[in-house]
């Protein structure tokens, strides 16, 4: 009877095993889709190089927008001042 109950926890302990050695392969096969430390720390780099990019965009975007309404009230103005001219 002591045999069968011993038999009965090695299979027990075996199915765990095989269990847990099933899971520790799908572990390993997700690490090697992930990207490494290296990877991330480009990855991190290059989101900063962009973000500055974008900044400096939007700062020439503005700059640039500002120049175009000084420029349009100037050609308003100009050709306010020549309608009143020329009538």
Known sequence: MAET???ERLAS?????EFLKELL??????????PTRVELDDIGDRLEKAEDKISELEKAKIELMVK???L???IGIAVSLLM????
Do not use: F, W
Not at 13 to 17: I, P, R, V
Not at 84 to 87: A, D, F, H
């Open 72 to 74: 349009t009230a100037g």
């Open 13 to 17: 302990l075996e199915a765990k095993l």
């Open 25 to 34: 392969q799908e572990i390993r096969d997700d690490l090697k889709t992930q």
């Open 68 to 70: 175009m309404s000084v």
């Open 84 to 87: 009143k001219y020329l009538n």
């Open 5 to 7: 109950t011993t038999n």
